[in-house]
């Protein structure tokens, strides 16, 4: 496992909600105070919330939460309940006589275990909020990555269990973390060695399969189904980022997935990263320095994940196979 969280970026505070009658649920990133936001989306697939208003030439400039949700698009409601705790807690954009919390999200599809109807809601968002602590979150197969799934090119049937995994990187006065739900149609792979760590497995489930290498030779995937997958999560610096850095970081940190899941970016996945600038170290950073970090943090975190995911019927862990 590597070391480091999202939280070693200070004024952000994660939690976790996962419900109890299915494996799903979200997770919340809560920086009440403001903190500069960007966005990348890559995945072709996406379930969004609030990313329009991220662009740079749009006028919000910061935002007090960004929500991770599993559930598909039903999961996006869990956003009311964070809106409302932050509401209840007087943070949010003034616009008159109300502060409007700003609460971008993104979710994955978690809809194949078990009971389809129960997914994260508003409840659930304000229960992740409740929750939440500025310490290392726990990891694996808890909040938006519960029902998490990775290595599903070949089918469901034939996957491995993902999760939610975070890590991050300091380089002199500036820290980059990231925080990712990894729900992806390729494998896991170790990026030192290549290895698949968490991935698609043989016809018989027993090994690690190689989702590329078997791709490469000829064998077909499954039917894929639009939505089916998708990774999403948080890269966080306490850099001073404009708005405009903050989507480039976004933008940077996905060749952190790129270096850890093999194929990704695909048709049926709906990546999606967020960045989040908070400035707390008062150093504007290197673009350059910055986004190496990120990419770096963002496959780390990704390798955490599944590390520390535990498996379910029918969708063994890599501690367990």
């Known amino acids: 496992m590597f070391p480091g969280s999202l939280c070693d970026v200070a004024g952000l505070a994660v939690g976790h909600h996962t419900e109890q009658a299915r494996a799903t649920g979200c997770t919340v990133v809560l920086c009440p105070q403001g903190a500069v936001c960007g966005v990348d989306v890559r995945g072709a697939a996406p379930g969004t919330r609030e990313t329009d208003l991220l662009r740079p030439d749009n006028l919000v400039e910061q935002v007090h939460a960004v929500l991770l949700s599993g559930g598909s698009a039903f999961g996006l409601d869990a956003a009311g309940g964070v809106m409302r705790w932050l509401d209840e807690h007087g943070h949010g954009f003034p616009v008159g006589p109300a502060r409007v919390p700003i609460v971008p999200a993104a979710v994955l599809f978690d809809l194949w275990i078990g009971d389809a109807r129960i997914r994260p809601g508003a409840d659930s968002g304000f229960a992740a909020c409740t929750a939440a602590r500025s310490a290392p979150p726990a990891q694996g197969s808890v909040g938006a990555g519960a ?8 089918g469901i049937e034939r996957a491995m269990k993902g999760g939610i995994g975070t890590a991050s990187v300091r380089v002199g006065a500036v820290t980059v973390a990231a925080l990712i739900a990894v729900n992806a149609i390729g494998d896991v792979v170790d990026t030192r060695t290549g290895a698949v760590i968490a991935g698609a497995r043989t016809a018989d489930g027993r090994q690690r399969l190689d989702s590329m290498a078997a791709l490469l ?89 599944v590390h520390a995911a535990s498996g379910l019927p029918g969708l063994p862990s890599a501690r367990e196979l």
Do not use: C, Y
Not at 147 to 154: M, S
């Open 217 to 305: 030779r000829g064998e077909l995937p499954a039917r894929a189904l639009a939505g089916m997958a998708t990774t999403i999560g948080v890269v966080a610096t306490d850099a001073a980022l404009t708005k405009a850095q903050a989507s480039k970081l976004a933008t940077m940190a996905h060749d952190g997935l790129a270096h850890s899941i093999r194929p990704v970016h695909t048709m049926t996945d709906g990546d999606t990263l967020f960045a989040l600038a908070t400035g707390a170290s008062g150093k504007p950073g290197d673009m350059t320095v910055l986004g190496a970090m990120a990419a770096e943090a963002t496959a780390r975190a990704v390798l955490n994940a």
């Open 147 to 154: 029902g998490a799934a990775v290595g599903k090119l070949f």
